[in-house]
């Protein structure tokens, strides 16, 4: 190496030579980065907008979503109003049907023993009873005498006062008694009368008898509106059919009325 290189003025030009070279990569780079900023900046401000715009479309979607859901559960609540008019239509459909099926099983019977077999399908059937009693007041009035029934044989059950308990409530009033919607089997009563129903079964307007329902299938988890219905039916019913049996007699022949012309019962 020349002692010229090693001059203080050469080194000294070296060092700002390389200081030169620096600051300008130094602006350079300066300049990259403020360039750099400037298309940063650019695409924050596009962001934003994109970010209000989703924003907006959000709120109109949430919006939207809670119109639909809405409208949504107001259709769910008229699917169920339509579904409950459907099931009620349904019940009354059926009762209407039930009905129909007791009065024409009541009126097709011409003999004391259908009439009997008919109101003992008509309760074991279409009302779900198992154990039951027709009464009918004695000619005095002091009693009440079992004239049909289903298993009672060895139920141990009296025949109903008409004095006092549910019976002669009935008999006085006119009225059905009904136990509890969900009872099986009837709560006895002050005087020990344990009756899931008592009908009042009328004749020419007046109370004839009863029909003692004791205890109903065990399917069967209380009555509901449609038995009341076939009940009334029988109470209102089934004291006349047995009286035409009774006119009838054993065959189920009308008897002849005045001057030999057929009559009717």
Do not use: W
């Not at 002692?3 to 620096?22: C, H, I």
Request: one cysteine or more.
């Amino acid at each position: 190496m020349s002692d010229e290189g090693n001059k203080p003025e050469a080194y000294v030009l070296r060092v700002t030579e390389a200081a030169r070279q620096y600051s300008r990569e130094m602006l350079e780079e300066n300049e990259r980065l403020r360039h750099r900023l400037v298309l940063l900046e650019s695409e924050n401000t596009e962001l934003r907008a994109e970010i209000h715009s989703l924003s907006d479309e959000l709120t109109s979607r949430r919006h939207e979503a809670e119109r639909l859901s809405g409208a949504l559960a107001e259709t769910e609540r008229d699917n169920q109003r339509f579904l409950e008019r459907y099931l009620e239509v349904e019940r009354e459909s059926a009762s209407l049907a039930h009905l129909y099926v007791a009065s024409y099983q009541l009126h097709g019977a011409t003999t004391l023993a259908a009439v009997r077999a008919a109101m003992r399908e008509i309760l074991a059937n279409l009302v779900g009873c198992e154990r039951f009693g027709v009464y009918e007041l004695s000619t005095d009035g002091s009693r009440l005498e079992l004239v049909d029934g289903m298993g009672l044989e060895g139920g141990g059950e009296t025949a109903p006062s008409p004095r006092t308990g549910v019976a002669a409530e009935v008999l006085r009033t006119g009225r059905l008694h009904v136990a509890a919607r969900d009872a099986r089997e009837g709560a006895p009563d002050a005087r020990g009368d344990a009756l899931v129903a008592c009908v009042p079964l009328e004749l020419g307007g007046r109370t004839t008898g009863v029909l003692a329902l004791y205890e109903l299938l065990p399917q069967k988890r209380g009555l509901e509106e449609v038995d009341r219905e076939i009940l009334e039916l029988l109470g209102a019913q089934a004291a006349r059919a047995l009286e035409c049996a009774r006119l009838r007699g054993p065959d189920g022949a009308v008897p002849p009325g005045p001057a030999g012309h057929v009559g009717t019962p």
